[in-house]
């Protein structure tokens, strides 16, 4: 299985395509698709049916789709600009990311 330097909860920046330069949240990773759900990031309308079992109404549902993972890049917390991810040991012996620009960790 492929690894990623995106993790869930991430904030992350679209770096290419129609949303280029929006800011999410990253809602899940999809990895046999290669693919990224941002919060509120490439909306897609689908039209649902009704289901009364399940007590979903029918109608136009807005949904986020999924991106492309090479199409968007990690935002650093403490220099609030998209970054490459790095991985060094602390003291105690965890391996923790860090950004490649201001040499901050990341959680």
């Known amino acids: 299985m492929k690894t990623y330097r ?8 679209v770096t290419a395509g129609k949303d280029k330069g929006k800011v999410g949240k990253v809602l899940k ?6 693919a990224v759900l941002v919060e509120k990031v490439n909306m ?5 049916k009704a ?11 807005e949904k986020e789709a999924p991106l492309d993972i090479s199409n968007v890049s990690l935002l650093c917390d ?4 998209p970054t490459k991810i790095g991985y060094k040991e602390t003291v105690d012996g965890k391996k ?6 201001c040499n901050h960790e990341i959680a």
């Open 29 to 34: 990773i999809l990895p046999k698709k290669n």
């Open 78 to 81: 403490a220099c609030a600009k």
């Open 6 to 13: 995106i993790r869930k909860n991430d904030k992350v920046m």
């Open 96 to 101: 923790v990311r860090f950004c490649k620009k």
């Open 44 to 48: 897609v309308k689908r039209h649902t």
């Open 51 to 61: 289901n009364p079992y399940a007590k979903v109404p029918g109608g136009i549902v």
